[in-house]
């Protein structure tokens, strides 16, 4: 690593939420993953920095990307890993989350990675546990490093992101990465806007220093990046949208959408996509996507979360 990266630490001791980490922490987090991705494409892609340290990765919830970016993360800093999936767990005979976690760090285990459903899970765990524990989603409240994944890939289109206009289109209400794209992009002096159907914007989240845009096409016309995000269906016991269709009709990015634009933007999705609901895939898979670059940098930017924090325990 750097000298700049190498005797910096981040202001806590965990990951819960990017709500609880400074600007600098932040901006240190990114300068980090710069380098872990040109360690990542290199031919020999693994470096010892985690070697000696055992990290569990524990999934109460689905994944695809953030639970395989991890792993791999974590294997590309030889870490020790385990993982643990709630579906086939005694979590199915009961067990609290306490127990389950107090029985696998008996295993002597450095860091818990965990998606939970419940917001709020992580905090409870970083009271009653001594380990570092980092967040991988919780419920509708934060996903720390997909927000920081996110910033790190914007600013490779476009730069310093203080200034720039960033649009988070769709489920807001639901969205723990809409939470943690604000707070990312807001720390990083961005302007941020969020575009939906009425009923799929929380009244307050103008609190948080964000605009609201009802009409998608003004939205992507002022921005220079669109976050677009999916519809939560799973998360929604009743219905807020009268269908998929009117849905896709209002606030679908389409191809037509982006060619009346004069400029050109970035388009963002952090998966999975429903494709034809909130984006088509003339849209998903065209040249203004960075959906597959923001997976990569995933890795990249996880390594410099896990790096980071396993340097907290040093000091
Ligand atoms: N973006 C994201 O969190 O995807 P997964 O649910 O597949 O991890």
Partial sequence: MSDSSQYQTLSTKHLLGIKYNTSDDIKLILETATEFKQVINRPIKKVPSLRDITIANMFFENSTRTKLSFELAEKRLSADVINFSSSGSSVKKGETLLDTVNNILSMKIDMVVMRHPSPGAHMFLSKHVDCNIINAGDGTHEHPTQALLDAYSMQ?????????????IGDIKHSRVALSNI????????NVKVCGPPTLIPPNIKHLGVDVEYDLDKALAWCDVANVLRIQLERQNISYIPSLREYALYFGVNKERIDRLDKQIVI????????????????????????????????????????????????
């Avoid at 490779?156 to 988070?168: A, F, S, Y």
């Avoid at 040249?287 to 040093?314: C, F, P, W």
């Fill in 156 to 168: 490779e289109q476009v730069g310093d992101l203080r200034g720039k206009n960033i649009v988070i």
């Fill in 268 to 315: 963002m999705h952090p998966g999975p996509i429903n494709r034809g609901v909130e984006i088509t895939s003339a849209v998903a898979d065209s040249e203004h996507s960075i959906i597959l670059d923001q997976v990569e940098n995933g890795v990249a930017v996880r390594m410099a979360v896990l790096y980071l924090l396993a340097r907290t325990k040093q000091h």
């Fill in 183 to 190: 707070f990312c992009l807001k720390k990083l002096g961005a």
